[in-house]
Every structure is written in structure tokens, then in C-alpha cells.
């Protein structure tokens, strides 16, 4: 485990790190279901990290027994949502998602390479994007917000049929410059307390800060329930709070910013059991 560092500098004296072991070291074994999920993985050769941890590992007994049965797990309510709306005619074309997409397990797969390179547009596509085309050019429906709740709804419900498939996001060909994009912003400190993303989840992954115990800040168990206010949450929606806590002015959700930072978070997570939707503090 790591401990503090000194590199945490003096700018910084507002935000305190406590050490700590994980939550509950004997309980590394996330079965949801009867399905075994693995939350640790060596990281690959080119990864800052030694070994790649998903935020599961760091909460409390409790939050961790919420995963372990989707009856328990509060997301289920938003991915009921998702169903419905699934299957809700809307816009001026008047079809559903099944219309189309006739069962939603053929999404299998598209979570763990997402975000990725979309050839057509010539752009970073995140499943926000995918699901809002369908909406506008397909069905004639408005565009969801990206971190709304319908959109969180059917990120939920698309991410779920890929639960248990480690992540596998391409870092070559035309992201690349997009990649090194989110590395910058990964290492820059920015805000009131001048700190980085790698300040915390990076040097001090395992430490306690203030009453939290600090994850790597993975993304595998996006979208996620948070106890902290009673919703799933959005990737971007969580780059948010954590900016917002560093007092940072934060980028905006769906803008290029998070897009680049989402596609090298999701990197670094390569390897790591997608576990979405995942239940966190
Ligand atoms: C009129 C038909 C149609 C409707 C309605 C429609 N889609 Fe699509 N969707 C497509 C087509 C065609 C593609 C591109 C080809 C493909 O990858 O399947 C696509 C692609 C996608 C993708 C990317 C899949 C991938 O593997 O790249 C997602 C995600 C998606 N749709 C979700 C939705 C959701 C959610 C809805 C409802 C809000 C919806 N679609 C409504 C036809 C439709
Ligand atoms: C001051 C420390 C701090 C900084 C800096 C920080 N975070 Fe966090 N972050 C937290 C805390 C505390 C949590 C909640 C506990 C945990 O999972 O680490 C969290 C959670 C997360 C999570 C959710 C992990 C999960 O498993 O649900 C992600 C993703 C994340 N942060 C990404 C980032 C990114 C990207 C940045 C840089 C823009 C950043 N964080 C900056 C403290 C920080």
C-alpha cells in the first residue's frame, strides 16, 4: 500500500492524508449474483501504477454488501428506468430504442471500449454521444443532458450487459493526441488548493482524506449510485465534484475537456472488471 508522500507539498496543507489499510482487507471478493467480479489487476507494463485497484476495494463492509445483489443495489431502480424508457416511443419518427436496437443485450461489449474513436464523425465518441445521435438523427427526439437522469438511466442499463468484461479502451491511432490531452490535465494541478487528480488517486490511493478513504479513481463502475445523493452518476458528473472539492472552476460535462480526462482515466483502468452500475459513498 502506498503511503504518503512528500510530494503531497505545502499548498496543499488544507487537505490533510491519513494512512489507512483498505476498508475490510478480507473482503476482496466481489460476487454479485453468483457471478465473480475480480477487483484488482497487475497493471499493464506502461501504467504509473503497479496494480490497479476498482474504488469497490476502498468503501466500507456495508456499501460493498449493496453491489453484491442487485436486489440491494439502488441503482436497479434507474435501470428499470432505463427499460421503460428503452422501450418508449418518442420523437417525431415515433420509435423506440427497440424499435431498432430490438434487445438491449446486444450492447454487450460497448462499455469497456468506450470512450473510442468514432471513424464517421471523426471524433471521440462517449456512449452519451452514441445514445443522444440515435435520439436526434434516428428518432427525431430531443438530446438527453449528459448527466441527466434519463440519459444515467440508460447508461445504466447499457453499461450493466457488460458487467463483468475487463475494460479494454483503445490508446493508439487517432486518439492518441487525445489521450496525452487527458494525461495533461490528469497531472495539472488546478484550483484554490492546487492539487491534481494524481495528488490524491495517484500518491495517496489507500490514505484517508478527511473522513474518505481515497480509491484510484477508476472509472470501471460507472454509471454509479452514490449514498451521498441518492442518484446514479455520470463520469463526468463525478470529474465535476472532485474538481468542485479542489475548489477548481470544473471543466463542463460532455465539453472536450472530460472527454480527453474520461479517455485516459478509462485507461488507466484497462484490465480492471467493469461493475457497473456500482454502488459507492
Ligand atoms: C431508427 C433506428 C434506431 C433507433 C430508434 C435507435 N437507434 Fe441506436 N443505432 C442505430 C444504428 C443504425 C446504429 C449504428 C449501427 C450500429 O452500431 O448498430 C446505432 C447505434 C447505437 C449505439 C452505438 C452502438 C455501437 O456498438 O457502436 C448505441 C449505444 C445506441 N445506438 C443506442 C440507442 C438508444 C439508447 C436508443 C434509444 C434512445 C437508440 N439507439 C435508438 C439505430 C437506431
Ligand atoms: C483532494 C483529493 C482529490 C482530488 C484532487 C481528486 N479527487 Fe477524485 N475522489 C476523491 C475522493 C475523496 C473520492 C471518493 C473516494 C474515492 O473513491 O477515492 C473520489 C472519487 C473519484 C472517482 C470515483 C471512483 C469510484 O470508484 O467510484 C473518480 C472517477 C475520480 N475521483 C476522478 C478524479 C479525477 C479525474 C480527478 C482530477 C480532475 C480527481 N478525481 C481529483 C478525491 C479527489
Known sequence: ??????????GIAA??????????PDNNNLTVDGMAISTDVKAMADSPLDKLFSGWRFRESETQALQMDDFDNPSFVFVEDGEALYDKVDGSEGKACSSCHEDVAEFKGLRPTLPRWNEDKGKLYSMEQYINDCRVDRMGAEKWKWTGTNMTAMTSLISLQSRGMPISVATDGPVADILSKGKEIYYTRVGQLDMSCANCHEDNYGNMIRADHLSQGQVNGFPTYRLKNAKMNSIHGRFKGCMKNIRAKPFKPGGAEFQALELYVASRGN????????VRN
Not at 4 to 9: M, P, Q
Request: neutral net charge; proline residues 4%; aromatic residues 8%.
Open 1 to 10: 500500500m502506498k503511503k504518503l508522500l512528500s510530494t503531497v507539498a505545502c
Open 15 to 24: 487537505m490533510s492524508f491519513g494512512q489507512a489499510a483498505f476498508a475490510d
Open 271 to 278: 484490465g480492471l472488471a467493469v461493475e457497473s452500475p456500482s
